[in-house]
C-alpha cells in the first residue's frame, strides 16, 4: 500500500486514485525565461521519481507540467535583450526539454503552455467574476481573497493574521492586500491578449488553475511543486479552482524540499545557484540523481561539490555490477550452476521504502544492500547460470534504471554487446592459458598487461579465467 504525505491535510494518507489505473498529476514547471538551476533540478527529479514509482505499481499516469511562457521576468528580459517575449520564451522552453533529457527526467505527457490556453484562462476568469470572485477595477481583475471562505487551508495560514502582516501596496486599488491578480492591464510596449476587460495578460495562478483543469479534469489526484509554491502559488490555485468549480481541487498536494547552498536557499535572485546545464558538464545525471535521492524529497538537501563526488563513488559499486552483468550474460559457459537466491527479499524491501510515501534513502540503500550481496554471491560461487544474472539486472533495471534512474545499462554494454570483441578477448585468454601451461610466463604476462593498457582487466580464479571491462 502506497502512503503519501499530504500537505493539505498533513498526515501521510494511503494512495487512491479517483480512476485506477489511471493516475492524473500535475508539477507546476519553469518560469522560461533563463536556464533552470540545480534547485528547480531537485524539484523536477523528484517529481520524475513520484511519477516513475507509480508506473512500477503499474498505474498509468497522465503527467502535465507546465511552462509559465507568460510572465514578468520574460518581459523584462524581452526588454533589456530587445528582443520578442515569444523569442525568450521558446528558446529557455528548448534549453529546458534539452536540460530534463539529459538529466533522464522522462517526457511529460503535456507540455501547456500558458500563451497556447488564453481563451481557457479568460473563460475561468470570466466564471469567477460571474460567480462574484472576481472583481474588475479599470481593466486589471483581482481575486476576492475573503469572498472563498476556506482560504488558507493549505497553508495554514488564516487571513486576518496574512491582513496584519502584509504591507499595503500603494500603488493597487485592490479592495484588500490580499487578493491577487487574475488579469493585468498591459502597459505600453508589452505583450497583450484581448479579454472582456482589456487588453492584458493572466496573473500566474490562474494558469495553472485553468491548464490543469483543462487537461486533468476538475479534480485531480496530485498536484506537485516546490515548498516554497504552498503560498502563496498553490494556496490561490486551490481557491480559483474551487470557487469556480464547486469541488475539490486536487487530493494529494505533494512539496518538495529546497536544495540549499551553504544552508541558503538557492535561487535565481540570491544570485547563488549553479545552472543544471553547467553541472551535468562534470557530472552525471546518475550521479545528480543519486545525490537527490538518497535525501528524503521533503527535507532540505544542502548542495555541494562533495554531495556529488561521494555519490559517483557510490555509483561506482553499481557500475562495477552492471560491467560484471553484461559481461557475464554475453559469454557463453559451459557449466553452470543454477542457484536460488532470494531476490523477492529485495523487491520487497524496495517497495515497502517506496510505499512509504517515496522513501528513496531507504530504497537506494537497498539498491546498495543488493549490488553488495550479489557481488559476495558472484565470489564464492564460480560458474553461476545465466538465470541468475537475467534476475540480477533485471532487478536493477526495475528499480535502479527505471524508478531512481541511477543507472544506464546502455553505458555498460557498449563493449560488452559485442560478441566479435568478445570471442577476441576469449582467445586471447586461451592463447594467454597455453602460454602459462608452457611456462612462458614472459608472454602470458603481455598478454595480461596489454590488455590492461586498453581496460580490460583478466580475473583469474580456480576455475577459470574471466574479464571485465574497465573506463580508461
Ligand atoms: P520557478 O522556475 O522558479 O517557478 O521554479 C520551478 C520549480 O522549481 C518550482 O516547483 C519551484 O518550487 C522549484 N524550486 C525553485 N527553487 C528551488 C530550490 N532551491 N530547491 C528546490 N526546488 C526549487
Ligand atoms: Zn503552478
Not at 511519477?51 to 533589456?80: A, C, F, G, P
Not at 534539452?98 to 503552455?113: G, H, Q, V
Request: a neutral charge; aromatic letters at 12%.
Amino acid at each position: 500500500m502506497l502512503s503519501i504525505y499530504n500537505t493539505l491535510t498533513k498526515m501521510k494518507e494511503e494512495f487512491v486514485p479517483i480512476h485506477s489505473p489511471e493516475v492524473s498529476m500535475y508539477v507546476c514547471g519553469p518560469t522560461v525565461y533563463d536556464f533552470f538551476h540545480i534547485g528547480n533540478a531537485r524539484s523536477f527529479i523528484m517529481a520524475d521519481i513520484v511519477r516513475r514509482y507509480l508506473e512500477y505499481k503499474n498505474y498509468k499516469v497522465k503527467y502535465v507540467m507546465n511552462l509559465t511562457d507568460v510572465d514578468d521576468k520574460i518581459i523584462k528580459k524581452s526588454i533589456q535583450e530587445k528582443k520578442q517575449a515569444a523569442e525568450i520564451s521558446e528558446n529557455y522552453i528548448l534549453a529546458f526539454l534539452e536540460d530534463i533529457n539529459k538529466l533522464k527526467i522522462k517526457p511529460a505527457t503535456l507540455y501547456p503552455k500558458a500563451t497556447a490556453h488564453m481563451k481557457e484562462i479568460i473563460q475561468f476568469i470570466k466564471e469567477l467574476e460571474d460567480k462574484g470572485y472576481a472583481y474588475n477595477i479599470d481593466g486589471n481583475v483581482f481575486f476576492d481573497v475573503l469572498k472563498f471562505k476556506e482560504y488558507g487551508k493549505l497553508s495554514g495560514k488564516k487571513t486576518d493574521e496574512l491582513e496584519s502582516g502584509a504591507r499595503i501596496e500603494i500603488n493597487e486599488e485592490k479592495r484588500n492586500p490580499l487578493d491577487f491578480s487574475l488579469w493585468k492591464k498591459a502597459k505600453a510596449g508589452e505583450p497583450f491578449w484581448e479579454s472582456f476587460w482589456s487588453k492584458g495578460r493572466p496573473g500566474w495562478h490562474i494558469e495553472c488553475s485553468a491548464m490543469s483543469c483543462k487537461h486533468l479534469g476538475t479534480t485531480f489526484d496530485i498536484h506537485a511543486g516546490g515548498n516554497d509554491l504552498i503560498f502563496p502559488h498553490h494556496e490561490n490555485e486551490i481557491a480559483q479552482s474551487e470557487a469556480a468549480n464547486g469541488k475539490k481541487f486536487v487530493n494529494y498536494w505533494i512539496h518538495f524540499g529546497f536544495l540549499n547552498i551553504n544552508d541558503e536557499k538557492m535561487s535565481k535572485s540570491l544570485g547563488n545557484f549553479f545552472t543544471a546545464r553547467d553541472i551535468l558538464k562534470k557530472h552525471s545525471a546518475e550521479a545528480i540523481r543519486l545525490s537527490f535521492a538518497q535525501t528524503h524529497y521533503a527535507g532540505p538537501l544542502n548542495y555541494s561539490e562533495d554531495l556529488l563526488l561521494s555519490s559517483e563513488k557510490g555509483l561506482e559499486k553499481i557500475n562495477n555490477l552492471a560491467y560484471k552483468i553484461q559481461n557475464e550474460l554475453s559469454t557463453a559457459k559451459k557449466t553452470e550452476v543454477s542457484l536460488n537466491f532470494n531476490f523477492d527479499k529485495y523487491y520487497r524491501a524496495f517497495e515497502s521504502s517506496m510505499d512509504d510515501d517515496f522513501n528513496t534513502p531507504q530504497a537506494t540503500a537497498v539498491i546498495f544492500d543488493f549490488t553488495r550481496d550479489i557481488n559476495k554471491t558472484i565470489s564464492e560461487n564460480e560458474n553461476l547460470n545465466y538465470e541468475f544474472f537475467k534476475s540480477a539486472k533485471l532487478f536493477l533495471e526495475k528499480t535502479a534504471v527505471n524508478v531512481l534512474g541511477i543507472l544506464d545499462f546502455e553505458k555498460h554494454s557498449k563493449y560488452a554487446g559485442d560478441s566479435i570483441e568478445n570471442e577476441l578477448i576469449e582467445l586471447l585468454i586461451r592463447l594467454r592459458i597455453e602460454a602459462k601451461e608452457e611456462k612462458n610466463f614472459l608472454l602470458s604476462d603481455k598478454i595480461r598487461d596489454r590488455l590492461k593498457e586498453i581496460g580490460i582487466i583478466l580475473q583469474d580464479s580456480k576455475e577459470r579465467t574471466t574479464f571485465k571491462r574497465i573506463t580508461i
